[in-house]
């Protein structure tokens, strides 16, 4: 009889894609399983074959509503957890409870790093960064099973904390690419992701001047979002640029499919965007489409390995159209082959082998 586990978050699970698949890989190999999130910024409906609940969060501010998460987490994991179970801690955020609840009952715990979340740019230089830095410092060391979302992460926990996490890559499931290329008019350049600071969005949208007979979509949600719709506004290019708002994974890939250019130019926001591997450099792989890429130790490494795009020179908008249109002017066909070969190795398929062993590991 597999161990019963249990996954929590602090999210409201609808749109993260590596807890759906983390959980599906663990359902489809037979380990009962329960998903907890929260429904801070909403509770989208939502379906899945395994149990899942979220915690209502009467919270106003971020801040209080981590630790009321992790209050609330406490008692639940308390309540749900016994000797046959294995905890999983998806970041930091949900990491304390789990850790409080697994030395409690002496059970086991893996924590996934999805980022390096005490260097994330939204808490730089803040009270809550010390926090964060505390309990990774903490708890971090003791812990015996750890995974992170990129070889550089993994890198960082062990000079920091001696820690040896597993790495296994945010990757989508494997899809053949049977489709014919659509011959757009205008060109699609797409940015797909959460609309944050430092994703080098604002540079893209000034970039967008440098370039005719193409559209540039931004699929996805966040914080800069009015501040960026301001500026497509302000620099009249409001043809040129669309806001596609938040999709369900399934209707993104839809999308994804249809670009002519995608697009990850992180800029150096501390080392949780500068060590990161982004979900949308491996989508758009999946999606064989090309990209614009930062000049950033993981993507620089896949740029090594295969040429799925263009390195910008920098974030100035004209080098950015610079590097979107080399791409439109090769064409997506040229890619293609190269695009392959990298969709074959970083595809889920890989990852979850990994993931199935620490929890075999886990189990024993």
Not at 27 to 41: A, K, S
């Amino acid at each position: 009889m597999k161990k019963k586990i249990i996954i929590s978050a602090f999210s409201s699970l609808y749109t993260d894609q590596r807890i759906e698949k983390v959980c599906r890989t663990l359902h489809e190999n037979g380990y009962q399983m329960e998903l907890i999130g929260n429904d801070w910024n909403g509770a989208e409906q939502m379906e899945r074959p395994y149990p899942f609940s979220r915690i209502h969060l009467s919270s106003t501010s971020l801040k209080t509503a981590y630790f009321e998460f992790n209050w609330k987490l406490y008692h639940q994991l308390k309540k749900k957890s016994d000797h046959n179970t294995i905890l999983y801690a998806n970041d930091v955020d949900a990491l304390l409870s789990n850790y409080l609840i697994a030395k409690k009952l002496n059970i086991p715990l893996v924590f996934d790093s999805h980022e390096i979340f005490s260097e994330m740019p939204a808490i730089q230089g803040k009270m809550s960064q010390k926090i964060w830095r505390y309990l990774e410092k903490k708890v971090i060391p003791k812990l015996k099973f750890m995974i992170t979302a990129s070889g550089s992460y993994a890198k960082w926990f062990q000079k920091k904390y001696g820690a040896d996490p597993v790495v296994i890559q945010n990757a989508p499931r494997r899809q053949d690419f049977t489709m014919e290329i659509p011959e757009n008019n205008p060109k699609i350049f797409l940015y797909q992701g959460s609309i944050n600071p430092f994703r080098g969005i604002d540079k893209a949208i000034l970039a967008m001047h440098h370039l005719d007979g193409v559209v540039f979509k931004i699929a996805g949600d966040g914080p800069r979002k009015k501040e960026y719709q301001a500026l497509v506004s302000r620099e009249k290019l409001d043809h040129k640029v669309q806001f596609l708002g938040k999709l369900k994974p399934e209707d993104l890939r839809k999308i994804t499919v249809t670009a002519d250019v995608g697009m990850s130019i992180e800029e150096n926001g501390g080392e949780s965007y500068f060590y990161s591997l982004p979900n949308k450099v491996l989508d758009c792989i999946q999606s064989r489409v090309p990209l614009i890429l930062s000049n950033l130790p993981e993507m620089q490494n896949i740029k090594n390995q295969f040429d799925v795009g263009e390195i910008i020179k920098d974030h100035q908008p004209e080098n950015i159209a610079a590097a979107v249109q080399k791409i439109l002017d090769n064409g997506r066909e040229s890619y293609q082959d190269e695009l392959e070969k990298a969709s074959k190795v970083f595809c889920w398929e890989n990852e979850e082998i990994k993931l199935l062993k620490v929890f075999e590991k886990a189990s024993e």
